[in-house]
C-alpha cells in the first residue's frame, strides 16, 4: 500500500499524530488482505499448514485494532479536531473495525482448508475459488482507494459489490442442488455455504469503507443512498 495522501485535507499541526494512524492503518490493510489470500489459497488447495498459519495470526489484525482505535481517541482528545480533520479520525476508527471483521470472515475461510473432502466435493471448492479471487480483488482496490483517499476509486469499487453478490446467488444456487442430488455431502457442502458467505460478507465489508472514504472527500453519508443518487455525487 501506497502512502495515504491527505496533504491537502487535513491541518498542519496534525500531520505527525495522523501519519503515524496512518502507517498503522495501512499495515493493518497489509495484513489483512495477506490473511485473506492465504485463507482462499489454504481453502481450495486443502492446506491445513497454512490454514494454521492464518488462524493463529488473527490476534495480530485484533491487536491492530484496538491500538489504532486508542490512537484515534487521544488524538481527539488532544486536538479537539473539527471538520475534515475529525472526519478522517472518524472514517479511520470506521475502516478499522470493518478490516477486524475481513479478518474474522479470513479465519472462517480458513477453517474450511481443516475438514476432509472427497475429490467431487473439492470440485466446488474450485467454484468456490472464482468467488474468492473476485473479492480479493475488491479488497485490494478498497484499500488502494483508501491509501489515496480516492473518491472517485472507492465509487468504482462500490459498484462491483452487485457483482459479487450476483456471483454468490449463482453459487448458492449450485449448492443447493447439489445437495439436494446428494443429501450425503450436506455438512460439507454447508462448509463450502459459510465461505461463500464470509466471501460476501467480505465484499460489504469493503462497500462500506468506500462509504467512509466518500464521507471523509465530500463530508456527506451515503450509507443508504440509492444507485441513481450516487451518480448525482
Known sequence: MDKLNVGRHISGQFNEDLERVINHVMAMGGLVEKQLKDSISAMIEGDEELAKEVLK????INDFEVSIDEECSRIIAKRQPAAGDLRLIMAIIKTITDLERIGDEAEKIAKVAEESFSKEQRDLLVNLENLGRRVLVMLQSTLDAFTRMDFDAAIKVHKKDDKIDR??????RQLMTYMMEDPRAIPQ???????????????????????????????????HTTPE???KL
Open 57 to 60: 495470526n488473527d490476534y495480530q
Open 167 to 172: 456471483e454468490y446467488e449463482g453459487l448458492m
Open 189 to 223: 457442502v454447508m462448509s463450502v455455504i459459510w465461505s461463500a458467505r464470509a466471501l460476501e460478507r467480505i465484499g460489504d465489508r469493503c462497500q462500506n469503507i468506500c462509504e467512509y472514504i466518500i464521507y471523509f472527500v465530500k463530508g456527506k453519508v451515503v450509507r
Open 229 to 231: 443518487d450516487m451518480k
